[in-house]
């Protein structure tokens, strides 16, 4: 069964810089598309970043040129490097495969980000 464990979120100002992980167990990490989520609170989940097999990277417009996807397949670990942050990024940040996320979602990692 795959485990996602995610981690580095924090509390940080509006301007700062986190860098989240997720590490994959369980799985064949290095196959998949992989993505990072977030879930502000009563809004749905959306998918911000995601990574192909090949290094290739998508982003939400929300996060262009602010947050940097990333991935060692050696380590089965997924990476999210965020800069500039601001209030809306707030929420709870997730790992999954990409789009749609078909493992079992983690416990995330809350980020918030105060004015």
């Known amino acids: 069964q795959v485990q996602l464990v995610e981690s580095g979120g924090g509390l940080v100002q509006a301007g700062g810089s986190l860098k989240l992980s997720c590490v994959a167990s369980?799985?064949?990490?290095?196959?998949?598309?992989m993505g990072w989520y977030r879930q502000a609170p009563g809004k749905q989940r959306e998918l911000v970043a995601r990574?192909?097999?090949?290094?290739?990277?998508i982003y939400a417009d929300s996060v262009k040129g602010r947050f940097t996807i990333s991935r060692d397949n050696a380590k089965n670990t997924l990476y999210l490097e965020m800069n500039s942050l601001k209030p809306e990024d707030t929420a709870v940040y997730y790992c999954?495969?990409?789009?749609?996320?078909?493992?079992?979602w983690g416990q995330g990692t809350q980020v918030t980000v105060s004015s």
């Open positions: 999954n495969t990409a789009p749609g996320g078909s493992w079992n």
């Open positions: 990574i192909f097999r090949g290094g290739s990277t």
């Open positions: 369980g799985t064949i990490f290095s196959l998949n598309v």
